[in-house]
T-cell receptor
């Protein structure tokens, strides 16, 4: 039972264009959402987060959008850079627990 | 300010041996989490600990796996009598508080069971 799903296993974009990574969740108790970036053989690195009381959070080139009614969030990276090539994980935390529930990841490839 | 430190980075064990994975959280962080990543999958929660206490072990396999976070020293994830299916990357994370904050991850221990 996957509570957090990233339906696109991979995404390829051109340098300078926008990358949009999507994430869907099923548990309505989730109230805090995070995006992590992961390079091979390294641990996940935190990128950006959003609380369920907001619908948008922006940090430099990264913006996360949350649509609670659709149980959907997305990460926008603009402009995309070759160094952004990595696996991106969406994660969620519910209002009763402490651990993060992760999606399966999306591999982003930014072509020069 | 050192990040989350895990060791060893790579661990090879024969079937039936014990594996011990260590994690030192970031300075000032009292909350430690262990996650496992199987090949081509996302990270799966295993256990959440505070000093000397297991708070949530709902993701831990019922047998052979145990975790501790003693008053002094690193957190330890112990896997007894390892099997091939235990081969995975094991990540430790720490946070200063429990809610609405990011967890910081270590570089992971890649366990290979031969």
């Amino acid at each position: 039972d996957q509570q957090v799903k990233q339906n696109s296993p991979s995404l390829s974009v051109q340098e300078g264009r926008i990358s949009i990574l999507n994430c869907d969740y099923t548990n309505s108790m989730f109230d805090y959402f995070l995006w992590y970036k992961k390079y091979p053989a390294e641990g996940p690195t935190f990128l950006i987060s959003i609380s369920s009381i907001k619908d948008k959070n922006e940090d430099g080139r990264f913006t996360v959008f949350l649509n609670k009614s659709a149980k959907h969030l997305s990460l926008h990276i603009v402009p995309s850079q070759p160094g952004d090539s990595a696996v991106y994980f969406c994660a969620a935390q519910n209002n009763a627990g402490n651990m993060l529930t992760f999606g399966g990841g999306t591999r982003l490839m930014v072509k020069p | 300010n050192a990040g989350v430190m895990q060791n060893p980075r790579h661990l090879v064990r024969r079937r039936g041996q014990e594996a011990r994975l260590r994690c030192s959280p970031m300075k000032g962080h009292s909350h430690v989490y262990w996650y496992r990543q199987l090949p081509e999958e996302g990270l799966k929660f295993m256990v959440y600990l505070q000093k000397e206490n297991i708070i949530d072990e709902s993701g831990m396999p019922k047998e052979r796996f145990s975790a501790e976070f003693p008053k002094e020293g690193p957190s330890i994830l112990r896997i007894q009598q390892v099997v091939r299916g235990d081969s995975a990357a094991y990540f430790c994370a720490s946070s200063p508080i429990t809610r609405n904050t990011e967890a910081f991850f270590g570089q992971g221990t890649r366990l290979t069971v031969v």
